[in-house]
């Protein structure tokens, strides 16, 4: 238990209903600071009207009771502050949302709210993050995931945003990567926290002959794409499978699948098990994204369940696995090099034993609890 309780807001600009890696990681760190005796109120957009209903009749009650948004002690209460546009996203649940009505919910919210920190993730308007910095009376903390750059932000509106984001009181940045970025068009001081992941107990593998890969469709679709156009250059006396896990149907290539990998390849998704329960009897993971939607808290969910990666050499992909300490490396976009990776996991038992026991040695620093 902390020795001082504070009341916090986090703040992402994702619509909660969104499995998306920022909305985990705030979904985590809540629980944490929880169990540590905070009191958390998670702010998102969200895709239900009953929910942000709700969260309005809750917000308008602080005039009478300060406590009126916070759930019971131990746990974090999520309000809806409104409902984002809905537009064809550029990856898989991943688009982020536009807020339509936000600004005076959590101008309501901030003013009735007894909150000694703000953390805002993501802080770039439009959004419901960008909303709760400019309208918040309590000390400001903002964390920065994505290492991609942004053409508005940092561009366009540069001097604007360096201005507001004047009004953050501490930075932090989910990976090294991200924090060069930042600092090149925001100078500052940021703190590398890098995020954590919920470790999946391993089952024993019935059947160390075959290789069991998995690729998780949280990346592009030409990450997938790519992936299979891999599989199809192993050859074919070699033992492995591979399962496809997708939360959301429709992850089946629209051109069927060669003779040559079909009966090795299986689509799964929630019905089948978990992500995690896959990547937990998994010998090897896969992330293949050319870098146009990267997913590195996917390698960090494949790391936490025992997998050894394979990944594209992308910055963030890159510092997760220290630099391919803890799993191989290939280029963007590069199909050859990655059967290369594969067959070399496959035919080689000790490199992927060996690759095994690094992952095992540094699976407890991912536990939340370290974040």
Known sequence: ?????????????????????????????????????????????????????????????????????????GCASVLGVGQSLPFPPTRRSAAVSLPVDVSRTIEDLTGGARLDFVHVHEPFAPSAASAALRHSRALNVGTFHSASERLLSTQVARRVVELFFGRLDGRTASFRATADVMRRYFPGEYRVIAPGADLAERPRSADDDVVDIVYSADEERGALRLFLRALRRLPAALPWRATVWSRLPGAQPSVPLSRSVRDRVHFAGPTDGSEAQHLARAHVAVAASSGVAPSPHLLLRSLAGGAVPVAARLPEYEETLRDGELGLLFEPRDADTLAGQLERLI?????RSRLHERVAAEREQLDWSRV
Do not use: K
């Open 1 to 73: 238990m902390a020795r001082e309780r504070f009341t916090i807001a986090q703040v992402t600009p994702y619509p909660w209903e969104q499995h998306h890696g920022v909305n985990r990681f705030v979904e985590r760190l809540s629980d944490e600071l929880c169990q540590r005796g905070h009191r958390v109120v998670v702010v998102a957009p969200s895709e239900s009207r009953e929910l942000i209903r709700e969260s309005r009749t809750r917000i308008a009650a602080l005039d009478g009771n300060a406590e009126a948004v916070f759930a019971d002690e």
């Open 347 to 351: 035919v080689d038992s000790d490199l």
